[in-house]
């Protein structure tokens, strides 16, 4: 697995800090593909790398939610 995406090793406020910088970088790729379909300067293969890219980030922040949210048995 890559170490950037290797979560079990990092302590929390390690993965708090790599939280809020992923969630910038997924909202400044949500700017910029906005603002690409805006100027109708997209092409498909660029938008396609950037939406992949988007949602490789939302995945990881979905991953590191998950190990920073406590299990709560209701």
Do not use: C, W, Y
């Not at 949602?55 to 922040?61: A, C, S, V, Y």
């Amino acid at each position: 697995m890559n170490a950037q995406s290797d979560i079990s090793m990092k302590t929390d406020e390690v993965l708090r800090v790599e939280l809020e910088v992923f969630r910038q970088q997924h909202r400044d790729l949500d700017e910029a593909i906005h603002a690409m379909q805006e100027r109708g300067m997209a092409d498909a293969l660029t938008m396609q790398r950037l939406k992949k890219q988007k949602l490789r980030l939302k995945d990881l922040i979905a991953r590191i939610e998950d190990r920073l949210t406590p299990d709560i048995i209701a």
